[in-house]
Structures are given as C-alpha cells and as structure tokens.
C-alpha cells in the first residue's frame, strides 16, 4: 500500500451504466508536503483486446461501430475502426477476448497469446486492458459475427494488413488499442 496516499473520503456521483466516484484524499508530495486533492474516477472494469492476423494472406480483422463519446467530441460520424475488444465482467482476461472475438468477428480462435496490459486513460478511467494476438484462418469462421448477442451494430472489416497500417497516418484509424496492436505487428513482423 502507498503509504503516501490516504483516502479521506469516497462519493459516488453516477452509478447508471458504470460507475463515476469523487474522491477526497491526501497525497505527500515527494518534498515531504501533504496536500488535499479531489478527483473523479470512472470504475467501468477491466477489458480484452486482440488483433487477429493471417500471415498466409496478410490481412488483419478489425471492426466498424458507432461509439457515442466520439461522436460528441467531433467525430462527425461516430464510427469507429477497431480491434475486437470487451469488458471481463467475471471472466479471466484470455477467456474474455475468446468470447468476444466470436461474439464480435464470427471467428472462434484456438490459441491467443497476450503481449500486455496497459491503462489506457489513466487520469480519469480505472480500466486496465490485455492486449491479445491471434492467428486466424477462413476455417475459423463460425458465425457472422456482429455483436448480434449483445444487441451491437458491429461491421467486421478484414483488410489487408498494410492498408490498415497507413489508416493510422490517414486519420481514418483513431483507436488507441487499434493503433498499438497495429504497431505491434509491425514492429514484431508478424505478416511478414
């Protein structure tokens, strides 16, 4: 425990979807002061990335959705170009991205490796994401994908790997998560 933290108090503003606390606590600085300071923290629980790739024919699967935050924030469409991604809820990190790859994509993957687990928006939002890879094959395909379970409206894209890769400098990919699985591809070669 950080002895340099303590929580004074704990309020919780939303708890509609997720949930939004103020907290209250003191923080020693490193030149030994104490000072008081409130920040709010959005508890949405920990999540599951991956980036399906096939090395035979050098593509990639991502998705295509609508994500409201962006819309607000100037994203005249409010589409999305992502990795497959989803919340644990009380699954593990590997079982999570399994189900939701076949929820989302239509591809029921045997053998995923995690690479890492980064915060993502650390100032703000609690969430700690695993980022997974997977091979994937045409026999894989089980479904149509979509969300349809979840009641999601998700467009499954498969593109070849360096076109997705220049929609990072074209704008057209904007996701975190995307972005780093993406480099992490190229930097490790793994469609080469």
Request: charged letters at 30%.
């Amino acid at each position: 425990m950080n002895e340099r933290v303590k929580i004074l108090s704990t309020e919780i503003l939303s708890n509609n979807w997720y949930t939004l606390k103020k907290i209250t606590y003191d923080f020693q600085r490193k030149d030994g002061q104490w000072v008081n300071q409130n920040r709010e923290a959005y508890d949405r629980g920990n999540g599951s990335t991956i980036l399906l790739y096939n090395k035979e024919t050098k593509t990639v699967i991502l998705t295509r959705q609508f994500r409201l935050p962006t819309f607000i924030n100037g994203n005249d469409s409010g589409m999305l170009i992502e990795t497959c991604a989803g919340l644990l809820d009380k699954d593990n990190a590997e079982d999570c991205i399994r189900r939701e790859t076949e929820e989302e994509t239509g591809y029921k993957i045997s053998s995923v490796k995690k690479i890492f687990e980064a915060y993502m928006s650390p100032g703000s939002v609690t969430e700690v994401l695993y980022f997974f890879i997977a091979e994937y094959s045409k026999n894989m395909k089980v479904n149509e994908g979509g969300g349809v379970d979840e009641h999601e409206d998700i467009e499954v894209l498969e593109l070849d790997f360096e076109k997705a890769y220049s929609q990072i400098n074209t704008g057209e990919i904007k996701d975190g998560k995307t972005i780093m699985l993406l480099q992490y591809a190229k930097i490790n070669k793994l469609l080469q």
